[in-house]
């Protein structure tokens, strides 16, 4: 069946360093990936989208990796601040584009 | 400020009645994309429609319909409800297919 995995258990980081996310899948062929902060009662909102055929993607401290041999997408914070607390959603799009398949979440904390 | 607008924010209601859940997409875009997040069970698609038609069907029961209107907001109905219907449910929209998505800030629904 369809899976898509991310970090198991909640992260807690000290601020200044880098969190890294996972998001794993299998049996699906994504077009592309997108990576979504959702904080408590509000809905999720897009920082990150990479594309098959794209290694890296960089957006001020965010940077998100895809490698489709691994089915892994790895999402990293460098220089973490406590206001980047919040759960972290990765979306999977197949090639229609119509239909989006998310993983279940983060939880990142970062510790003043 | 995502620019989606769903309507009501809070809704309670009993098991066997039926609810119409409100979306108004952010302008300009002609998709929309309804799901439904439970604790256990995470970001789960439910339907999408484009420019009035729908495009792709998820985890939608058959208890559930939903439709887009000429002036592209959108109506997701729920009938027969049950204890287990009880959920936050979430309205994206997006240029099209391959857009990031973005979300209103949900419906907490709460069967009793």
């Known amino acids: 069946s369809q899976k898509i995995e991310q970090n198991s258990e909640a992260l807690n980081i000290q601020e200044g360093k880098t969190a890294t996310l996972t998001c794993n899948y299998t049996?699906?062929?994504?077009?592309?990936l997108q990576w979504y902060r959702q904080d408590p009662g509000r809905g999720p909102v897009f920082l990150l989208l990479?594309?098959?055929?794209?290694k890296e993607k960089r957006k001020e401290r965010l940077k998100v990796t895809f490698d489709t041999t691994l089915k892994q997408s790895l999402f990293h914070i460098t220089a973490s601040q406590p206001a980047d607390s919040a759960t972290y959603l990765c979306?999977?799009?197949?090639?229609?584009?119509?239909?989006?398949?998310f993983g279940t979440g983060t939880s990142l904390t970062v510790i003043p | 400020d995502s620019g989606v607008t769903q309507t009501p924010k809070h809704l309670i209601t009993a098991t066997g009645q039926r609810v119409t859940l409100r979306c108004s997409p952010r302008?300009?875009?002609?998709?929309v994309y309804w799901y439904q997040q439970s604790l256990d069970q995470g970001l789960q698609f439910l339907i999408q429609?484009?420019?009035?038609?729908?495009?792709a069907k998820g985890n939608i029961l058959e208890r559930f319909s939903a439709q887009q209107f000429p002036d592209l907001h959108s109506e997701l109905n729920l009938s027969s409800l049950e204890l287990g219907d009880s959920a936050l449910y979430f309205c994206?929209?997006?240029?099209?297919?391959?857009?990031?998505?973005?979300f209103g800030d949900g419906t907490r629904l709460s069967i009793l």
């Open positions: 429609y484009y420019n009035g038609e729908e495009r």
């Open positions: 302008s300009g875009d002609l998709s």
């Open positions: 979306a999977l799009a197949l090639n229609t584009g119509n239909q989006f398949y």
């Open positions: 994206a929209s997006s240029e099209q297919g391959y857009q990031p998505q973005h």
């Open positions: 990479i594309r098959e055929n794209e």
């Open positions: 049996n699906y062929s994504p077009a592309y």
